[in-house]
C-alpha cells in the first residue's frame, strides 16, 4: 500500500515563498512520475507540476512557470515544490499524486495518478 504524506503549507503574505514536500512509503519508486495538483474553493483540481521519477523531466502549468519549481530526491522517495513569488490566486489545497505509467500527455490529467496524499492548504495574502 502507497502512502503519501504532505508538509510545508502555511500562510504567506503576496510575494513570499513556501516548499511543499511530498514523502512516499510502502513502494520504491524508480520510474513513473510524481506530480502536484491543486484545487481552491469552488474550483475543480487543476494540475501544478509533474516530475519523471527515472528522467527527472518536468513539466509546468503556465500559471506556475517560472515561478514554481519541482524536484525529487530519489534517495529518500520524495518530491518537493519550491514555491516563489506567491500570489493570492495560488491559494489552495495542494496534493501530490504519483502514477506508475503516466506518459507525457498525460502528466495533467489528475485521473491518470493512482496514489494521493491528503493534501496540505496553502494561503497566500495580498
Known amino acids: 500500500q502507497v502512502h503519501m504524506v504532505e508538509s510545508g503549507g502555511g500562510s504567506v503574505q503576496a510575494g513570499g515563498s513556501l516548499r511543499l514536500s511530498c514523502a512516499a512509503s510502502g513502494h520504491t519508486f524508480s520510474t513513473g512520475t510524481m506530480g502536484w495538483f491543486r484545487q481552491a474553493p469552488g474550483k475543480e483540481r487543476e494540475f501544478v507540476a509533474a516530475v519523471g521519477w527515472s528522467s527527472g523531466r518536468t513539466y509546468y502549468s503556465d500559471s506556475v512557470k517560472g515561478r514554481f519549481t519541482i524536484f525529487r530526491e530519489n534517495a529518500k522517495n520524495t518530491v518537493y515544490l519550491q514555491m516563489n513569488s506567491l500570489k493570492p490566486e495560488d491559494t489552495a489545497i495542494y496534493y501530490c499524486?504519483?502514477?506508475?505509467?503516466?506518459?507525457?500527455?498525460?502528466?495533467?490529467?489528475?485521473?491518470?495518478?493512482?496514489?494521493w496524499g491528503q493534501g496540505t492548504q496553502v494561503t497566500v495574502s495580498a
Open positions: 499524486a504519483a502514477g506508475a505509467s503516466v506518459d507525457v500527455a498525460g502528466v495533467g490529467i489528475a485521473a491518470r495518478y493512482g496514489y
